[in-house]
């Protein structure tokens, strides 16, 4: 999996060829330069030039592998709506510096508007979620509401 620049989409400083180069990879990040290349219609020098030019412009931030949770005991997904009770005095840095280190939270993300924040998180199962609920999430600080949201089935995800 590839992870890009989340302002990808506005670079002018990419053409067709990056897209399509982009696109690829989006889709096997694992391609070796010579598959790259035929699928772009490069040859292998020009394409990874490119690559590496995407990769230094910051354009390409990273690769990744894409994990089953369920395999990796995570197959229950909550997204978690959380609003703050302050926002001044540093109260938003501290929430954010304490829920970051949470290993069952995989996303977080700061909103405009309500709520504050959105948290995804992931975790075996049930009783493991409302664990992580009660003795971590709800002791945050400057906490003042959240909203859990259970998953019913994901349509779609690009990592």
Do not use: Q
């Amino acid at each position: 999996m590839i992870v890009l620049s989340e302002t990808f989409e506005h670079t002018s400083a990419v053409d067709a060829l990056d897209h399509a180069i982009v696109d690829e990879l989006r889709r096997d990040g694992r391609l070796t330069n010579t598959e790259l290349a035929d699928r772009v219609g490069l040859t292998p020098s020009p394409c990874l030039r490119r690559v590496r030019r995407l990769e230094e412009d910051g354009v390409i931030t990273g690769y990744y592998a894409r994990i089953d949770p369920a395999a990796a005991g995570r197959g229950f997904e909550v997204i978690v709506g959380a609003t703050l009770a302050t926002h001044g005095g540093g109260a938003t840095a501290a929430f954010e510096s304490h829920v970051a280190e949470f290993t069952e939270i995989i996303e977080l993300r700061r909103m405009f508007g309500r709520p504050d924040y959105f948290l995804r998180v992931a975790v075996s199962d049930v009783a493991t979620y409302e664990a992580f609920l009660t003795s971590k999430l709800m002791a945050a600080p400057g906490l003042a509401t959240f909203d859990s949201h259970l998953t019913m089935k994901t349509v779609k995800s690009d990592g």
